[in-house]
Nanobody, 117 residues
Framework: QVQLVESGGGTVQTGGSLRLSCVAS????????MAWYRQAPGKQRELVAS???????TYAESVKDRFTISRDNNKRTVFLQMSNLEADDTAVYYC???????????WGQGTQVTVSS
């Protein structure tokens, strides 16, 4: 079975940094498109950043130039480096995998990021 496990969340002050990690098992990681989503209280879940199996990257406008998504296929891991964090970045962050051959999607359980203001 496919499993995505996020880590790295926590509480940080405004302007600080965190690095989130998501380790995948039970799937051919190299042919999954990977993404990070987040959901803040009272808001809909939104796409934060994505990296395709080919390495193409997209960002939400709100995080562009502050966040960096990357992947390491050997480590079966996708990362989200978050810098210059703001209070509005507070949310539960979810890892998403999309298996490109079938577009079956998988979700992690989420990791809480809290930015104090």
């Amino acid at each position: 079975q496919v499993q995505l496990v996020e880590s790295g969340g926590g509480t940080v002050q405004t302007g600080g940094s965190l690095r989130l990690s998501c380790v995948a098992s039970g799937t051919i990681f190299a042919i999954n498109d990977m993404a990070w989503y987040r959901q803040a209280p009272g808001k809909q879940r939104e796409l934060v950043a994505s990296v395709s199996y080919q390495g193409k990257i997209t960002y939400a406008e709100s995080v562009k130039d502050r966040f960096t998504i990357s992947r390491d296929n050997n480590k079966r891991t996708v990362f989200l480096q978050m810098s210059n964090l703001e209070a509005d970045d507070t949310a539960v962050y979810y890892c998403n995998a999309d298996y490109v051959l079938t577009h079956q999607q998988y979700w992690g359980q989420g990791t809480q990021v809290t930015v104090s203001s």
